[in-house]
């Protein structure tokens, strides 16, 4: 099973259709894909600027505007399943399709180590891989990604979030990162890789 994370900068770009087709042409059955928060989000950091509530409301906010963009998809290419916990991710899988994970789970009560603006939907990626013991997270972001640029420096710089490296430091699964612009590449590893 691959984790695919479609950064919601993809929101307003054309890069979108053509990821979320690639993936449903040859993803079904193990492709899970993680949406962004985007612009979505980027309202959640406004209001909180705004009205100063906490950072654990702001983080379930930030799980409803990623909710918002895996409705997007669904609502750009129908044929993609919502899925909301693991067993509905396992399902849709088992069923052939392509799952998007729908993270109103992960809402919280109480604050804990993820809900604070250091660990965005990138880091939720990671956690998500780790929790469904997948074999490879690939991220999709708008901005250049260097070939085989660490991950250090990719944090550092902010292109993934600066928890991202606990979560993947050490995984058990291959993590890459990926232009907007690099589908075809996405494509070829899929037509590359035996189905398991």
């Not at 799980?63 to 849709?92: C, D, F, H, N």
């Not at 708008?142 to 710089?157: H, N, Q, R, V, Y």
């Amino acid at each position: 099973m691959w984790v695919v994370k479609i950064g919601g900068s993809l929101s307003h770009e054309p890069a979108l259709r053509t990821w979320l087709t690639e993936l449903c042409e040859l993803g079904g059955g193990r492709v899970v894909i993680v949406p962004g928060g985007g612009d979505f989000a980027d309202k959640v950091r406004q209001y909180q600027g705004e009205w100063h509530f906490d950072d654990l409301a702001a983080h379930n906010m930030c799980l409803l505007a990623m909710t918002q963009y895996a409705i997007l998809m669904q609502g750009v290419l129908p044929e993609l399943v919502l899925a909301s916990s693991e067993a509905k991710i396992r399902r849709a899988l088992r069923d052939g399709h392509v799952a998007v994970w729908v993270p109103t789970a992960l809402m919280r009560d109480t604050p804990d180590a993820m809900s604070n603006w250091d660990t965005t939907s990138d880091s939720l990626a990671a956690w998500l891989s780790t929790m469904l013991n997948a074999e490879r997270l690939i991220v999709v972001k708008s901005c250049p990604i260097g070939d085989g640029e660490p991950l250090e420096t990719l944090a550092s710089s902010g292109v993934v979030d600066r928890r991202f490296l606990d979560y993947v430091n050490e995984a058990n699964y291959v993590v890459e990162l990926f232009n907007k612009d690099n589908a075809a590449l996405m494509r070829e590893r899929l037509l590359n890789v035996p189905v398991s």
